[in-house]
Nanobody, 114 residues
Framework: QLVESGGGLVQPGGSLRLSCAAS????????MRWFRQAPGKDRELVAS????????DYTDSVKGRFTISRDNAKNMVYLEMNSLKPEDTAAYYC?????????WGQGTQVTVSS
């Protein structure tokens, strides 16, 4: 249903672009979110975007560095990550939500290290 890609190893200050491909549901009706989970920590909501793409929101620690976007024609959602820090290291998960419907991807690992 949701397949993430684009993770990897990057040096501090670097950039990555995560992608999430959706299938099997009406993508344009769902709000989309990116979560992350670091070892030993709870899963954290990083960014969200409304079904139309008109509204976005970010957790304070990534504001000004991360950008969430979506392409409803391609059933894709993206997370552009700039000025990456070691504390951004985590598994990143794509999530689709509408009312009581909730889908998750398998995650993609992002490691920020020199």
């Amino acid at each position: 249903q949701l397949v993430e890609s684009g993770g990897g190893l990057v040096q501090p200050g670097g950039s990555l672009r995560l992608s999430c491909a959706a299938s099997g549901f009406t993508f344009r009706n769902y709000a989309m979110r990116w979560f992350r989970q670091a070892p030993g920590k709870d899963r954290e909501l990083v960014a969200s975007i409304s079904s139309s793409g008109g509204t976005t929101d970010y957790t304070d620690s990534v504001k000004g560095r991360f950008t969430i976007s979506r392409d409803n024609a391609k059933n894709m959602v993206y997370l552009e990550m700039n000025s990456l820090k070691p504390e951004d290291t985590a598994a990143y998960y794509c999530n689709a939500i509408m009312l009581h419907y909730n889908y998750w991807g398998q995650g993609t690992q992002v490691t920020v290290s020199s």
